[in-house]
């Protein structure tokens, strides 16, 4: 069974920062992997979709990377802003079926 | 508008009553699922629908019915409430699999059974 594991659990930093947030896979099988945001009380907003042919993409400061051989994604933050404070969930796709992290809560403070 | 609509955005309601939620997309997509969101859990699949008169088991289904009878609405009805059930429920759509596009999710639905 696919298990997909954030870390870390919450994170605090000062504004200005580049950061950078872990998502890790037990099952390498995977078609995309799809990086989404949620605000408190709020929906999903979809920041990155990487197919599973490719190694990243890229979204005006948001970078996100895939490595399916070693099980890992990463979503990089450049210059972090009190904005993005969010939760930042990392979902696989299995077939069409989206398997979610549990997600980093990220807090950026000025 | 063009979207994905949940409707209602709140429900408190009491154990033992069946309770209802709308999920209402414009953009035709094939594809429409789920979930509810806990605290310790993420969230998690309860059923999906490939195509209309299509769905399918997710990994937490037990008491909740679905149906498609319409492209655009993918209602979800938990039959006899209970307070297990109480959580934030989202829908999500997509177009198509394997060609790379996105879940589309609605706002949520919070539900709360006393």
């Known amino acids: 069974k696919q298990e997909v594991t954030q870390i870390p659990a919450a994170l605090s930093v000062p504004e200005g920062e580049n950061l950078v947030l872990n998502c890790s896979f037990t099952?390498?099988?995977?078609?995309?992997l799809q990086w989404f945001r949620q605000d408190p009380g709020k929906g999903l907003t979809s920041l990155l979709l990487i197919q599973s042919s490719q190694r990243e993409q890229t979204s005006g400061r948001l970078n996100a990377s895939l490595d399916k051989s070693s099980g890992r994604s990463t979503l990089y933050i450049a210059a972090s802003q009190p904005g993005d404070s969010a939760t930042y969930l990392c979902?696989?796709?299995?077939?069409?079926?989206?398997?979610f992290g549990t997600g980093t809560r990220l807090q950026v403070f000025p | 508008d063009a979207g994905i609509t949940q409707s209602p955005r709140y429900k408190i309601t009491e154990t033992g009553r069946q309770v209802t939620l709308m999920c209402h997309q414009t953009w035709s997509h094939s594809y429409m699922f789920w979930y509810r969101q806990d605290l310790g859990h993420g969230l998690r699949l309860i059923y999906y629908?490939?195509?209309?008169?299509?769905?399918d088991k997710g990994e937490v289904p037990d008491g909740y019915v679905v149906s498609r009878s319409k492209t655009e609405n993918f209602p979800l009805t938990l039959e006899s409430a209970t307070r297990s059930q109480t959580s934030v429920y989202f829908c999500a759509s997509l177009g198509r699999t394997g060609v790379g596009q996105p879940q589309h999710f609605g706002d949520g639905t919070r539900l709360s059974i006393l």
């Open positions: 099952d390498s099988a995977i078609y995309n």
């Open positions: 979902a696989l796709y299995n077939t069409d079926k989206l398997i």
């Open positions: 629908s490939a195509a209309a008169d299509i769905t």
